[in-house]
Nanobody
């Protein structure tokens, strides 16, 4: 079972930037793909971005051009650099390693005020 710990969430103003981090503990073989999801109150959990080790990067339409996903394979970490934050970005952000199974951390809260 993989353990995921997200951090970096904060209360910020519209237009600000923020960098989220996720530390994953588990077998490296199951960390080939790492993802960021977010969930706003009353809403379903949506995929924000994904990155495969040495491969494909995906961004959701609502964040494309504003968010950048990256990873540090030596540290088993994935990052989400967010620019131009908007109130609509307010959510709890979670990371996930789908190859490891359906396991989730506690998330980190990002609140963007207008």
């Amino acid at each position: 079972q993989v353990q995921l710990v997200e951090s970096g969430g904060a209360l910020v103003q519209a237009g600000d930037s923020l960098r989220l981090s996720c530390l994953a503990s588990g077998r490296p073989i199951c960390l080939s793909s790492m993802q960021w999801y977010r969930q706003a109150p009353g809403m379903k959990r949506d995929l924000v971005a994904a990155i495969v080790r040495g491969g494909t990067i995906y961004y959701g339409d609502s964040v494309k051009g504003r968010f950048t996903i990256s990873r540090d394979n030596d540290k088993n970490m994935v990052f989400l650099q967010m620019f131009g934050l908007e109130p609509e970005d307010t959510a709890v952000y979670y990371c996930n390693a789908p190859t490891c199974g359906d396991y989730w951390g506690k998330g980190t809260l990002v609140t963007v005020s207008s």
